[in-house]
């Protein structure tokens, strides 16, 4: 009885916007799940429309860095040097060439939208920022998930939480949250805290193996991009052995790419690993890996400078 062609109209144009911060504690948490494909690619516009809306919707994104369900195709969220569909490494191709779209730093470009860059394997990080993730009503939040997919990157399932470890920590999928009501200015809003290692470029991993004379030594690198993905069927077309006659050329990945082009010419950048012995390796990089190390550094570089951090 009490309704009213009055009360009609003021439902039929009814926006969330009207609801009070108590209504929309009890209104159902909106979420969409895509992986990469969907968002970074194929529905980054709507998206985008949504984050700009200042709709209170949530998007998860997990992030595989291929078309996993259709064949692995690459996509913009596939890092510089990746072997995928599409972008294939072999006698024409070098494998992907473009870099990596930053999602995450997209987003938190638009009004009032809540982001946090993340993996799993942190699960300190993924499980507090996921709370605040799901309970942030001020207007859109995305949550981009580093996800391994074990088919299409080569790995064994249970290395799937040490592969996403070692991708924040090489800086190939960095850990950052953009929280808008933090403060006004990009650093107050964008932490990165959750990195290991902030102020430095790279981290530093530690090395076991057996000398020559069957010693237990330890040699202390920086760990990298390339470190990360000489562990990876899908960048395995760019390493090979470093052969006997390069010894005196070859130089540590990440010291060759702070050196000028004059200064790089003759030289073979290459990354230490160990072999099943714990014997000492050098494996070369091929020029598509170095691109993909200098390309994950700027982005590193970038992310220190928004967060306020710029001569870390």
Known sequence: DSWTPQAEEALSHLGWQQFTDEELGMLPTFLTIGGD????????????????????????????????????????ASFTAQDSDLARSGAVGRGKTEARKELGLIAALHPDVYV??????????????????????????????????????????????????????????????????????????????????LDAPWVTQRLDHVADDGSRQVLHVPLTPADFALGEARFRSQFRPLRDDEDAAATPIHAYVELGPEDRA???????????????????????IVALVEERQRNWQQLRFLAGRPDA
């Open 116 to 197: 946090v860059q993340t993996a799993a394997s942190f699960q300190a990080h993924f499980l507090k920022n996921a709370v605040e993730f799901l309970e942030y009503t001020d207007g859109p939040a995305l949550m981009d998930v580093y996800t391994p997919c074990q088919g299409e990157q080569g790995i064994a399932d249970e290395q799937a939480a040490n592969r996403g470890r070692l991708a924040v920590r090489s800086r190939m999928s960095p850990l950052f949250v953009h929280d808008p009501r933090r403060g006004a200015s990009l650093p107050e809003r964008l932490s990165l805290a959750g990195n290991p290692d």
């Open 266 to 288: 003759g030289r073979v950048p290459f990354v230490w690993s160990t072999d099943a012995d714990l014997r000492l390796v050098r494996t070369a990089c091929a020029p598509p």
């Open 37 to 76: 494909g969907a968002t970074y690619d194929i529905g980054f516009g709507a998206l985008s429309r949504v984050l700009s809306s200042g709709t209170p919707i949530k998007a998860m994104v997990l992030n595989t860095g291929s078309y996993s369900n259709t064949g692995g195709q690459a996509s913009t």
